[in-house]
């Protein structure tokens, strides 16, 4: 298989593209990324000199450049990671999340589809169902209903692929899944955040209540369902991807700082992010059932492992968060000079 990575030296992508090259040998890899903040060779470290796969930078966005990478290579499969992912960031700003989200998921459709890629995963998110009261789970038939430009710039690439293929017959497949945990994850995201906050004894800003819920899955979970949905997906479905394993934030802050052996008062309720969805949950029956996929990793073991893995790499958290980070860290929690969160 000669496959096109995109958004590989992200979290998700970089967990990936390393599966790939472990569990399929033959395989060959080339790996589109722009290398935002959130793009890091350094996930790809242990590839380094593998020649089964190649990085190359660039925008998905930028045709010419998708076009000859398709061409050039003879590509057959395309799974596209690259995005923008915090949904915080595109309160504070859309504009990216529209061109990289949108435009570059439909490059990549259109290129693939007049190129004859076939078969094509877009790795969607459960945020475009929207929020859950108490109860019940997303399926693949729940309404989209988008709360966060984010998710609405992901609904609308779920949609394209839709369209896609249903009009022209082209192999786009769009999987949908929970909150990812694991090595590599930048530390915007709740959990690394907290995780790193913990260690060095800063606060840990915990949005509104902390009752919120989310889904966790291991990335690694994660990238099973994504082998078996570019290999045997139907194309034209969409396929949910969840480890029922749901959590209230405050209670994975807790754990967190429990397994740190840090105090609960290191915790600090700030302002709430405004449209934050109240609860996640997957129904992940259709995949478990069509592509026999199954999570493996209990969330207590995995949470254990990803504590560990940023003990061991303090170094790489200290590079991703130096320059721009930092001023990010301060506007959007508000911190004063004391390094407490004022938000
Ligand atoms: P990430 O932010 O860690 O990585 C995104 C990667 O995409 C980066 O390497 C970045 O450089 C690259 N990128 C961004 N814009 C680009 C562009 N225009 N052209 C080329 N490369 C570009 O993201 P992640 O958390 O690994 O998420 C990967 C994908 O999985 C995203 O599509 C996201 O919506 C989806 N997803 C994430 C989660 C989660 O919990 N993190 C859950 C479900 C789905
Ligand atoms: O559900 C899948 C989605 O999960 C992905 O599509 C997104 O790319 C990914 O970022 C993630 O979105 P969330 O908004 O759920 O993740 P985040 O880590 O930003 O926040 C998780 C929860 O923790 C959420 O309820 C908000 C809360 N939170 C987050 C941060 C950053 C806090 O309480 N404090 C924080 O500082």
Known sequence: MRLLVTGGAG??????????????????????D?????????????????PRHQFIKGDICDAAVVERTIADQGIEAVINFAAETHVDRSIADSEVFIRSNVLGAHVLLDVGRRRGVKRHVQVGTDEVYGSLGETGCFTEETPLAPNSPYAAAKAAADLLCRAFARTHGYGAIVTRCSNNYGPFQFPEKMLPLMIANAMHDRQLPVYGDGMNVRDW????????????????????????VGGKNEWRNLDVVKLVLRRLGKPESLIRFVADRPGH?????????????????????????????????????AAWVANVTSGAYQDYYRAMYQVDEQGRVRR
Request: hydrophobic share 45%; aromatic share 12%; with cysteine.
């Open 11 to 32: 979290f998700i992508g970089s967990n990936f593209v390393l599966h790939v090259l472990r569990e399929r040998p033959a395989w060959r890899v080339w790996n589109l």
């Open 34 to 50: 722009k290398l935002t903040y959130a793009g890091n060779l350094e996930n790809l470290a242990s590839a380094r000199g593998d």
């Open 217 to 240: 899955l291991h990335v690694e979970d994660h990238c099973a369902a994504l082998l078996l949905a570019l290999e045997r997906g139907r194309p034209g479905e969409v396929y949910n």
């Open 277 to 313: 969805d109240r609860r996640y949950a997957i129904d992940p029956s259709k995949i478990m059932a069509e592509l026999g996929w199954a999570p493996r990793v209990a969330f207590e073991e995995g949470l254990s492992r990803t504590i560990a893995w940023y003990r061991e790499n």
